[in-house]
């Protein structure tokens, strides 16, 4: 079973930037997409951005669009969110997982997410 841990998150003012890292415990060199989630009290889980397993391609949500960028590292199966200039409804836990059609792969296996938390 596969064990997925994210960190980096934090406390941080509107504007300011954080970069997430989630760790797998298996090879992700084959895993065709990877993602983050994010999700906040009485909502679902929602998709934030995507990447191929190659890392030639990436795909956002409209909402972090031109601030968020994700990138992975096969060789070290991580998985990173650069998010910058970040606004109040950032805040969330955000998780990583496997992507397919977008929605997560392993749907029953998620790690502990890492909080963000943007104040104004």
């Known amino acids: 079973q596969v064990q997925l841990v994210e960190s980096g998150g934090g406390l941080v003012h509107i504007g300011g930037s954080l970069r997430l890292s989630c760790l797998a415990s298996i090879n992700i060199f084959s895993i065709s997409s990877m993602g983050w989630f994010r999700q906040t009290p009485g909502k679902e889980r929602e998709l934030v951005a995507s990447i191929s397993s190659d890392g030639s391609t990436t795909d956002y949500a409209d909402f972090v669009k031109g601030r968020f960028a994700i990138s992975r590292d096969n060789a070290k199966n991580m998985v990173y969110l650069q998010m910058d200039w970040l606004k109040p409804e950032d805040t969330a836990v955000y998780y990583c997982?496997?992507?397919?059609?977008?929605?997560?792969?392993?749907?029953?296996?998620w790690g502990q997410g890492t909080q963000v938390t943007v104040s104004s």
């Open positions: 997982n496997a992507v397919w059609a977008g929605t997560p792969l392993w749907a029953h296996n």
